[in-house]
């Protein structure tokens, strides 16, 4: 077989229904978290509970469950089944207009390397390992930035990776504001009123998402700028400091029902997404 063949073979398997079934089963996956996470982080708004609204968080609520083992590797599943998704579009190129870009090319490899390792956290949890999966995000935060900040360039670093996190939540809501998800969706042979569900959580779950993904970010720059890991903040702390606005808990809610509706537009993504 020649090099060429090889490359075609291997293209059509990309686009083959292996792959796609595997990103909108990753969707779900990605939905299911979501929608515990943003569960959680109601009830903290609500009642002041002490639980962990992150990953870790959603995990445990999961394994509580009578299915709890089926559904966590059902859910390391999608995750993986995503990362294999973004992998071929980082090398094919991804549907729709511009996929071909390197721009989208370099952004799905970046998700291709987050959702695989989400997935392995996942995995890790599920057989077992349960400080792999379920560790306090803002713990994590912290020790990541500390050793960041112990690099030669270090406050740099934090900085960058602060003010990342910060615009690419800034650019999660203002996309979502503008709509902009449309063009990733089968939106002309959708009926009006999946278009109006898709409007309505795709536009107030990604202004939550993008407020959450912001605050972790600003968090991330104070630390930078004080040289001080304490003040990096993962998504449980992230999500509580909005109860310290002056909006109070109410503010916190509504993030979270934000996040609890970008949830279910994931599950929207998993069955009107071009893929």
Known sequence: MTAASSSTVARKVARGDAVRGGARMGFVARGVLYLLVGALAVRIGLTGTG????RGGALTEVSGTPLGAVLLWALGLGLAGMALWRLSEAVFGAAGPKGDGAAKRAMSGARCVFYGITAFLVFSFAAGSRDSGAGSSDQQSQDITGRLLGLPGGQWWV???AVGFASAGLCMAGSAVMRKYRKHLTWGQMSRKAQRFMDVT??????GRGCVFAAVGWFGV???????????KGMDDAIRSFAQTPAG?????AVAVGLVLFGVFSFGQAKWRRV
Do not use: I, T, Y
């Not at 795709?202 to 202004?207: E, I, L, Q, R, S």
């Not at 104070?222 to 990096?232: I, L, R, S, T």
């Not at 808990?249 to 809610?253: G, I, M, T």
């Open 51 to 54: 639980e962990q609204a992150d």
């Open 159 to 161: 900085g960058a990776v």
């Open 202 to 207: 795709g536009v107030v779950g990604g202004v």
């Open 222 to 232: 104070k630390a930078a700028v004080g040289f001080d890991p304490a003040e990096a």
């Open 249 to 253: 808990p109410w503010l916190l809610v």
